[in-house]
């Protein structure tokens, strides 16, 4: 008696007969990483999720049948799992080159398709790495203005593009560390560091708690992006200002006292400034406008804060 051979199980993947000229579902067993990336990413007819699981098929189709190895390899479509799985682990927390990629692919670790997958990947990382301050850890200015310009955008939302949760108002807030240049000078760059790192965790804390977003804005300035609902005043926008500036120098007084730097009277001074949807009335060119109304709000917050300093008998920087 002989035993019906069970057909594989379909990918949910369709190619083109070449006889038929019909579509036609491939079967997992025909699967090659170059089909999968080029589904995933290319044609986009199956998410994330159908991939993580066709892939895992492959790593175990891959493992239950070595003899056929080399007949695979040499059509390319042999798959790498355990040097794949263990690049791509790098290449998600940006801990490779993509001249250490182009290495292993050169010398047969990984095959053409499994690079562009794993470039794709590290690419990816690279650019989210850009956008974070090192020293911190928290955003840098790029990436700062980068969602400043989007919280920008959705202000400009009209009719069947504006949504519930966007926004009516942006706030912007930007600091800067009183005395900091002469504790860097005296206590030297390592303190410096501490220091930045203390206030930078400080910033964050208050972002939190806000619902906004904070980042070092450059050297010793930092800053607190959010948007509300509502109607935000300029006075309100002072009161806001002042009350940060306050939650701020208590949770930094805290602080530098755990660390022993108590006694050298670091503050920051904050100033802020608020931009409300109404401001978009009658533009003729929102991508030029928004960049405009993104120099204006940080000019004026920064202006504010600038006052604030002078008030206290500091200067820019010191």
Same mark, same amino acid.
């Given at each position: 008696?002989?035993?019906?051979? +069970?057909?594989?199980?379909?990918?949910?993947?369709?190619?083109?007969?070449?006889?038929?000229? +019909?579509?036609?579902?491939?079967?997992? =067993?025909?699967?090659?990483?170059?089909?999968?990336?080029?589904?995933?990413?290319?044609?986009?007819?199956?998410?994330?999720?159908?991939?993580? *699981?066709?892939?895992?098929?492959?790593?175990? #189709?891959?493992?239950?049948?070595?003899?056929?190895?080399?007949?695979?390899?040499?059509?390319?479509?042999?798959?790498?799992?355990?040097?794949?799985?263990?690049?791509?682990?790098?290449?998600?927390? @940006? +801990?490779?080159?993509?001249?250490?990629?182009?290495?292993?692919?050169?010398?047969?670790?990984?095959?053409?398709?499994?690079?562009?997958?794993?470039?794709? =990947?590290? $690419?990816?990382?690279?650019?989210?790495?850009?956008?974070?301050?090192?020293?911190?850890?928290? *955003?840098?200015?790029?990436?700062?203005?980068?969602?400043? *310009?989007?919280?920008?955008?959705?202000?400009?939302?009209?009719?069947?593009?504006?949504?519930?949760?966007?926004?009516?108002?942006?706030?912007?807030?930007?600091?800067?560390?009183?005395?900091?240049?002469?504790? =860097?000078?005296?206590?030297?760059?390592? #303190?410096?560091?501490?220091?930045?790192?203390?206030?930078?965790?400080?910033?964050?804390?208050?972002?939190?708690?806000?619902? @906004?977003?904070?980042?070092?804005?450059? @050297?010793?300035?930092?800053?607190?992006?959010?948007?509300?609902?509502?109607?935000?005043?300029?006075?309100?926008?002072?009161?806001?200002?002042?009350?940060?500036? =306050?939650?701020?120098?208590?949770?930094?007084?805290?602080?530098?006292?755990?660390?022993?730097? $108590?006694?050298?009277?670091?503050?920051?001074?904050?100033?802020?400034?608020?931009?409300?949807?109404?401001?978009?009335?009658?533009?003729?060119?929102?991508?030029?406008?928004?960049?405009?109304?993104?120099?204006?709000?940080? +000019?004026?917050?920064?202006?504010?804060?600038?006052?604030?300093?002078?008030?206290?008998?500091?200067?820019?920087?010191?």
């Amino acid at each position: 008696m002989t035993m019906e051979r +069970k057909p594989h199980p379909l990918s949910g993947i369709y190619r083109t007969n070449q006889k038929t000229k +019909k579509r036609e579902p491939i079967p997992t =067993n025909e699967l090659t990483l170059a089909i999968l990336n080029q589904a995933l990413n290319v044609d986009k007819v199956i998410n994330q999720s159908h991939y993580d *699981s066709l892939f895992r098929q492959l790593r175990e #189709q891959e493992k239950s049948a070595p003899a056929k190895k080399a007949e695979k390899a040499k059509s390319g479509g042999f798959l790498h799992f355990d040097n794949f799985a263990k690049l791509n682990s790098a290449a998600v927390d @940006g +801990k490779i080159t993509m001249a250490e990629l182009k290495k292993a692919r050169d010398s047969g670790e990984i095959n053409t398709a499994e690079y562009g997958r794993l470039a794709a =990947n590290l $690419a990816e990382t690279s650019e989210e790495k850009t956008e974070i301050d090192h020293l911190t850890g928290i *955003s840098n200015r790029r990436g700062m203005d980068k969602n400043l *310009s989007y919280a920008i955008e959705r202000l400009n939302q009209q009719g069947e593009h504006r949504r519930e949760s966007n926004p009516d108002f942006v706030l912007f807030f930007i600091a800067d560390v009183n005395r900091f240049k002469f504790f =860097n000078d005296s206590q030297g760059h390592p #303190q410096g560091d501490k220091l930045l790192i203390i206030v930078a965790k400080c910033f964050e804390e208050e972002a939190i708690e806000r619902g @906004g977003q904070a980042s070092r804005y450059g @050297g010793d300035e930092f800053a607190i992006m959010q948007v509300g609902r509502g109607v935000a005043s300029s006075r309100n926008v002072r009161e806001i200002a002042q009350r940060i500036e =306050n939650k701020i120098n208590a949770r930094l007084a805290i602080a530098l006292k755990s660390a022993g730097m $108590a006694g050298f009277n670091i503050t920051v001074s904050v100033g802020g400034a608020e931009l409300p949807k109404e401001e978009f009335k009658d533009i003729k060119n929102p991508r030029k406008e928004i960049e405009e109304m993104m120099s204006t709000l940080i +000019k004026e917050a920064d202006t504010m804060m600038y006052e604030k300093k002078l008030q206290s008998g500091l200067e820019r920087g010191k």
